[in-house]
């Protein structure tokens, strides 16, 4: 499968961004869908992720209770819905694949072109 980000853009502190993953081939009913950032000169950095079949969801750190990730089987697109971005949230952000439930970004596979998020204060 692969994987496509977009959503991204410019956007003031406070305000709220949705990124789309878009697959194109087929997503297993068991992988887990995740969305990773990565700020410029840091390493990689968990956000969500969603199991494809049950939608059960686990979040990481930095954007949680910020942020909702849902999926569309119809679509074959996982999106991230943030709000309240402040400027520590700029960075490039991915979506992956994994076959576990995992924030270890070496457990993901299919790494799409991510999409540029800053936020301006």
């Known amino acids: 499968v692969q994987l496509q980000a977009s959503g991204g853009g410019l956007v003031q502190a406070g305000g709220s961004l949705r990124l789309s993953c878009a697959a194109s081939?087929?997503?297993?009913?068991?992988?887990?869908m995740g969305w990773f950032r990565q700020a410029q000169g840091k390493d990689r950095e968990f956000v969500v992720g969603?199991?494809?079949?049950?939608?059960?969801?686990f979040y990481g750190d930095s954007l949680k209770g910020r942020s909702t990730i849902s999926r569309d089987g119809a679509k074959n697109s996982v999106y991230l819905q943030m709000n309240s971005l402040k400027p520590e949230d700029t960075a490039v952000y991915y979506c992956?694949?994994?076959?576990?439930?995992?924030?270890?970004?070496?457990?993901?596979?299919?790494w799409g072109q991510g999409t540029q998020v800053t936020v301006s204060s």
């Open positions: 992956a694949a994994a076959s576990t439930y995992s924030r270890d970004p070496r457990d993901y596979f299919n």
């Open positions: 969603i199991r494809w079949n049950t939608g059960s969801t």
């Open positions: 081939g087929r997503i297993f009913s068991s992988y887990v």
